[in-house]
């Protein structure tokens, strides 16, 4: 089997394929000034180029974890997810509260989705 490895760092890659499968790493915003509806815009954006770029894209996604750092910004994460995601392809999803790596991040999705 081979796997395949883009945006790779000596300790972790943007994504991964192997058999078929797309797996990306914890997307977080670059702009991290924005507020959780622009960052999560932001990230989303940032997950169709690497599903595109593994010849994949979300209507192929078979699940998403995404992590906010308060509960409260639920509605406003919402918001962006329903305007992106294709609601006759919407994957399993969980939504956790957690401390992100930096604290002006207030998002970070992970996703795995099947190449096109």
Known sequence: MTIQYFGQTPRFSEATVANGFVFLAGMVPENSEADIYQQTCDVLAQIDAWLAKCGSDKNHLLEATIFLTDMADYAGMNR?????????????????????????????????????
Do not use: F, G
Not at 90 to 110: D, F, G, H, M, Y
């Open 80 to 116: 962006a997810w329903d305007e992106w995601v294709n609601p006759q392809h919407s994957p399993a999803r969980a939504c956790v509260e957690a401390k992100l790596a930096k604290a002006e991040w207030k998002v970070e999705i992970k996703v795995s989705a099947l190449q096109c």
